[in-house]
């Protein structure tokens, strides 16, 4: 009964590991519009920003990602009193 549990315990082990999260960074296309529009925005902030008189700007971009947002809502019901009310939203 011992072993049973434990490879069960070890296959789930294995199988969480393999499996992806919500929420993981995942490798994005360095090429796609968006990713261009944000990185210029990005370098133009920072220039703004520095105070230099000098400008700074992109030599190599060695890797993009993205990351979805984890969104939470939390819902207090109480059906006794035909009750229901959102108590912490994170979007």
Known sequence: MIVKVVVL????????AKAKLVGDPTNFNMKDPQVQEALNFAVAQYNKDSGSLYTSQVLNVIKVQTQPRVCTLAVWSQPWLDSMKLVENTC
């Open 9 to 16: 315990l070890l296959a789930l082990c294995l199988a969480l």
